[in-house]
């Protein structure tokens, strides 16, 4: 699994864009792209993934460039509701062994009033 | 349809004690995987369980084990506590086998405080 790379931690306010960055140099062919997002004391909820170019949802965009060698998950105008710690993984699908995610330190993103 | 549950949602338990967390996945679901959490080391993985069988473990001690059962609901036991086994264990399960492209659903785990 290809290691990732985050910012500990960031700080926004409310209604701002808030883009985290991740970079993952050695993402292979078939690696896709998932962010997770946890609040205290909750298990990781799924956001976003993606392969190439940009995914939308219906909260939250993830852009990576040609070489894949980055990804950037894009939240439109935080609330403290977004103040979380948000995971970025990138393996493979077809990879065993299954379900074996690899989550880093994550980033801690602060949202103020 | 109901999310993934886990109990109890506390728990506090003594050294060399030991302790059987439960799980019950979202319906249809037949992947299941239990992670710890620490504020030291993280989310780790720590075993994952498709269709009554244990498919993948990761590096932590036997006193760790678990099992899934023919409804997919699964169960992890640690023997033998100590204290370090404090942590928010976390049951999350999937419905494909080839699940990593398959997002996982998490519960949101069991508080496990050993004195």
């Known amino acids: 699994l290809a290691k990732t790379t985050q910012p500990i931690s960031m700080d926004s306010y409310e209604g701002q864009e808030v883009n985290i960055t991740c970079s993952h140099n050695n993402i292979a062919t078939n690696d896709y792209i998932t962010w997770y997002q946890q609040f205290p004391s909750q298990g990781p909820r799924f956001i976003i993934q993606g392969y190439k170019t940009k995914v939308t949802n219906e909260v939250a965009s993830l852009f990576i460039p040609a070489d894949r060698k980055s990804s950037t998950l894009s939240l439109p105008r935080v609330s403290l509701s977004d103040t979380a710690v948000y995971y970025c993984?990138?393996?493979?699908?077809?990879?065993?062994?299954?379900?074996?995610?690899?989550f880093g330190a994550g980033t801690r993103l602060a949202v103020h009033p | 349809k109901a999310g993934v549950t886990q109990t109890p949602r506390y728990l506090i338990k003594t050294r060399g004690q030991q302790v059987t967390l439960s799980c019950s996945p979202i319906s249809g679901h037949r992947s299941v995987s239990w992670y710890q959490q620490t504020p030291g080391q993280g989310l780790q993985f720590l075993f994952e369980y498709f269709s009554e069988t244990q498919r993948n473990k990761g590096n932590f001690p036997g006193r760790f084990s678990g099992r899934q059962f023919s409804n997919s609901r699964s169960e992890m036991n640690v023997s033998t506590l100590e204290l370090g086994d404090s942590a928010l264990y976390l049951c999350?399960?999937?419905?494909?086998?080839?699940?990593?492209?398959?997002?996982?659903?998490f519960g949101n785990g069991t508080r496990l405080t050993v004195t």
């Open positions: 993984l990138v393996g493979d699908p077809l990879e065993a062994p299954y379900n074996k995610l690899i």
């Open positions: 999350a399960s999937s419905p494909r086998t080839d699940s990593y492209n398959s997002p996982l659903h």
